[in-house]
């Protein structure tokens, strides 16, 4: 199939949990990548060997092992860098996952009655949530663009939401629920041209796409390390550095102060003063190690086999009688996960049918109820590859699906 990896079963043997046999003897068929992805051994063995022999904490300890564990820490810093197209290391900020990293701009960018904030309506609820509650802080008023009915973001009142007014425009690059991919570059200099901040949430981006901050001109970038092949417990907030030294600190210990009496406190520069305490030391090494790995292999590359991969899927499940895609139809413009109906059949008793098959999906609201709701409905099952699925794999899910329909009697 045109776009695939070309090595794509020398990368599956990269994963040792693609070799797992199930209960009742069924080999896993996992496609559930845009909940969590699974673990290339490097990153394994790069975090075991962290732990067998370079273990300490860092910035504080003057032994060896202390001055390894920096090094390994930092070193990190500079591999998600590199991976962002980052102009200074000084604009990654370690954070425990996207979720807290959208909390610290929420909890740090200074908002007042009479901005607004605008977001979207596909968002996940990490990046509509936080807002609300910035919002209702500062008495300021929460704004969204909605959804046209194929999934793309309605920006037909884009110049009456986005004016003069707005602090903030935040929005994610690739849709969890719908896939959709949205135009992120024009969102950026639509906020940048009224003087407000881009957030971008590149949670379901940053595993399938090349990002580079720079090209698209955005001024904070957040997403997760479990979703590109590194563990969980380690997330990443880019942010330009003079705005990120604007911002002030979200949380207050160890480690992100210059000086501190017991009268006052003065604090570090980014990225350390947003890194308050002991941080997810081997996570970070960790990350690192996942995000040279998706490097080597090639995002470019990942992202031909996600489309190819996608649009084989798009059309098996077209083969399935009764069921809808939500979302766009065009494998060209939308990423790896793909949500979609059963008629007659509820979205978890489909998950448990295909999971007796092997096969791993996710069914639920997906963390994405206001799209759910403007579709008319409260959950739905979701499919979502990454650069280690197979044609095959997406054989065993249609063929799970023509299943249950059969289980369920339904039609």
């Known amino acids: 199939m045109e776009g695939l990896l070309p090595d794509l079963d020398v990368i599956r043997k990269d994963f040792p949990i693609l070799e797992r046999t199930l209960a009742g003897g069924v080999p896993l068929v996992y496609l559930d990548s845009a909940n969590t992805s699974q673990k290339p051994q490097v990153v394994i063995d790069t975090m075991v060997d962290h732990l067998e022999r370079h273990n300490a904490n860092i910035a504080r300890a003057m032994h060896q092992l202390g001055a390894e564990a920096t090094e390994a820490y930092e070193g990190a810093r500079d591999q998600v860098a590199a991976f962002l197209n980052a102009p200074s290391r000084n604009e990654v900020v370690f954070t425990k996952n996207a979720t807290e990293a959208l909390n610290l701009l929420a909890r740090t960018i200074e908002l007042a009655p009479g901005d607004n904030v605008v977001i979207t309506e596909m968002e996940h609820h990490s990046n509509i949530v936080s807002w609300q509650l910035a919002c209702e802080r500062a008495g300021a008023e929460l704004r969204w663009f909605g959804l046209t009915d194929d999934g793309r973001l309605d920006l037909g009142n884009a110049d009456q939401l986005v004016d003069e007014n707005t602090k903030v425009v935040a929005f994610t690059w690739v849709s969890n629920m719908l896939g959709t991919i949205n135009p992120v570059t024009d969102l950026c200099a639509r906020a940048k041209a009224v003087g407000a901040w881009s957030v971008i949430d590149a949670s379901q981006a940053a595993p399938q796409l090349p990002v580079d901050v720079q090209a698209v001109d955005c001024d904070f970038l957040v997403f997760t390390g479990h979703k590109v092949c590194g563990p969980t417990g380690i997330g990443v907030l ?174």
């Open 238 to 411: 880019w942010g330009r550095e003079a705005l990120l030294n604007e911002l002030p600190p979200f949380h207050g210990g160890g480690e992100m102060i210059e000086t501190v009496t017991m009268a006052r406190s003065t604090y570090a520069k980014a990225p350390h003063r947003f890194e308050a305490g002991t941080p997810p030391i081997v996570e970070a090494v960790g990350l690192g190690a996942a995000v040279d790995y998706l490097g080597h292999v090639g995002l470019e590359a990942i992202h031909r086999h996600e489309q190819a991969i996608t649009a084989y899927a798009l059309e098996g499940l077209q083969s399935v009688p009764g069921l809808t895609v939500l979302g766009p139809l065009d494998a060209a413009e939308r990423g790896g996960a793909i949500s979609f109906e059963l008629d007659g059949v509820h979205p978890h008793d489909i998950a448990q049918v295909l999971d007796s098959r092997g096969v791993a999906v996710r069914a639920g609201h997906h963390c994405a109820k206001p799209a759910h709701a403007r579709y008319g409905v409260q959950s739905s099952t979701r499919m979502s590859s990454y650069l280690y699925t197979t044609p095959a794999e997406i054989d065993a899910l249609v063929e799970g699906l023509h299943h249950t329909r059969s289980y369920f009697k339904v039609g």
